[in-house]
């Protein structure tokens, strides 16, 4: 089993290419599923389909998980076999008849443009702060992820022209534009950069960490809700929040789909709709605008 999962971490890295994040994933969850065929005693290849319906049983009422987590379970188990499918260890994919859980339609979370404007108007002094802020604007005016942040090197920005080029997932780039607040707040953070790495050989990452080496997702995130307590916002700070802000306040502004999922680098324009939610208060200043006995 061991070779197997090898082989299957190999097809999702080199044939699905997809983020090391859902590679390790999707690996966990299979190793999970084969542990359900050894209790079960029967090998992972030689199930019949309504095994699968008895798995989701386990995980939904046995290991009480959630919807979301039984999903990407299910999901897991789905790409397995269709690996198992294209090797040509099976003939019929077991999951064929597997019926996924209807998942809740959330609406992503953000801040309003009050909160924004609290945040960047945050008096940094110190390098770290002048960092983290400099990563709250590129990140509300470009909607970057930040696996996407965190890879950017020196070259893939643009203050002069206003672009920033990333690398998303599989390794596709694009191209998204910066508006001029924030190239000079880009500007200015690379001149304390310089200032603060003066006397050190130091990676060529554009944000770095204070031993000179590419900041890690973990550091963003912990920094991120440093600043958000001392500038006084309620609202726990993620790095994902600044790319729902970002959408959600483009559009509001009237930014079309087509441009935000280019931007956003989406594959598929259903993710992108997601944002198209408008909060309550929004609709209601609309209904007393526009209907004839507002």
């Known amino acids: 089993m061991d070779a197997l999962l090898e082989d299957f971490k190999n097809h999702l890295t080199f044939e699905r290419q997809l983020s090391p994040n859902t590679q390790k ?151 998204v534009p910066l508006h001029p607040a924030c190239c000079q707040r880009l500007k200015y953070y690379l001149s304390v950069r310089e200032a603060h790495f003066a006397s050190k050989i130091v990676g060529s990452e554009l944000f770095l960490n204070n031993r000179g080496t590419k900041i890690s997702r973990i550091s963003v995130w912990k920094d991120l809700a440093v600043l958000g307590r001392k500038a006084g916002i309620s609202q726990p700070l993620h790095p994902h929040l600044f790319r729902h802000t970002f959408a959600s306040h483009l559009l509001q502004g009237g930014a079309d789909l087509r441009s935000l999922q280019e931007m956003l680098g989406h594959a598929n324009l259903t993710t992108t709709q997601i944002y198209t939610h408008l909060d309550v208060g929004d609709l209601k200043d609309k209904h007393k605008k526009y209907h004839p006995r507002g």
């Open 25 to 175: 994933a999707y690996v966990a969850d299979v190793a999970h599923y084969f542990e359900y065929c050894a209790a079960n005693e029967l090998s992972p290849d030689k199930v019949p389909p309504q095994f699968l319906d008895s798995y989701t049983y386990q995980l939904k009422q046995n290991e009480k998980l959630s919807i979301l987590s039984v999903f990407r379970k299910q999901e897991a188990v789905k790409c397995f076999y269709k690996f198992l499918l294209i090797e040509g260890k099976i003939q019929e994919d077991p999951t064929r008849f597997l019926k996924s859980p209807k998942l809740p339609q959330a609406l992503p979370e953000q801040l309003s443009r009050e909160e924004m404007e609290r945040l960047l108007s945050y008096p940094a002094e110190k390098f770290d702060e002048i960092r983290t802020l400099t990563i709250v604007e590129l990140l509300y005016a470009s909607g970057l992820r930040v696996s996407e942040l965190i890879n950017l090197n020196l070259e893939n920005v643009n203050t002069e022209e206003g672009w920033v080029l990333a690398f998303g997932k599989g390794g596709k780039q694009r191209f």
